[in-house]
């Protein structure tokens, strides 16, 4: 499954961030995400485990890094902070690139 979406940012014009779940004995994930910046992009890579818990989406990075988002009923990802609660702001969510039922 997969999702992608252009994401709010401070210091750039956006975050391009594409987000691949991969089911196997043990769940893993790609992070990919693209700043977009004057005169080009930078390209940061991300992988390690997923989990489900409840609407839930926890991704554990391989260098420890955590991240979480909800699962909406329409199918697309909102980011979340550690404790699931919705941070503010415009800009904080992935639409599906692949039909498919949640994980």
Known sequence: MEWRGLLACADCEGIDMRLQLQHADVPR?????????????????ERGRWSREGRLLRLQADDGAERVFAIEADGRLSMRDAGGAMPAGPGRTLDPVTPSTPP
Not at 29 to 45: A, D, I, N, S
């Open 29 to 45: 994930y790609e992070l990919v995400e693209l700043f977009l910046v004057r005169g080009g992009e930078e390209r940061f890579l």
